[in-house]
Nanobody, 120 residues
Framework: QVQLVESGGGLVQAGGSLRLSCAQS???????MGWFRQAPGKEREFVAA????????SYAGSVEGRFTISKDNAKNTVYLQMNSLKPEDTAIYYC??????????????WGQGTQVTVSS
């Protein structure tokens, strides 16, 4: 089993920054890691992914250039640095572990989510 715990969410003004963290424990296989988000009344959507080695990353078009995914394998932690935040970035952000991809079906393990609210 893999346990994922997100942290770092909160309330921020438009244009501000937040850094989300996702700590992984349990089985430490070589999973790709992803961040997804779900806004009220909307389906969960892909935000960013990073390969186990960290050598490959992928971003949704809506966040590319503003968000950066990174990881520290020694700490079993993945980060999502979010800059130039917009009100439309408001959502619950989920960390996931699994196979490389942009579809949530590619990921086997999920965290409980952390709320990000961006005020205008």
């Amino acid at each position: 089993q893999v346990q994922l715990v997100e942290s770092g969410g909160g309330l921020v003004q438009a244009g501000g920054s937040l850094r989300l963290s996702c700590a992984q424990s349990g089985r430490t296989l070589r999973y790709a890691m992803g961040w997804f988000r779900q806004a009220p009344g909307k389906e969960r959507e892909f935000v960013a992914a990073i390969s186990w080695s960290g050598g490959s990353t992928s971003y949704a078009g809506s966040v590319e250039g503003r968000f950066t995914i990174s990881k520290d394998n020694a700490k079993n932690t993945v980060y999502l640095q979010m800059n130039s935040l917009k009100p439309e970035d408001t959502a619950i952000y989920y960390c996931a572990a699994g196979s490389w991809g942009t579809s949530d079906g590619m990921y086997d393990y999920w965290g409980q989510g952390t709320q990000v609210t961006v005020s205008s």
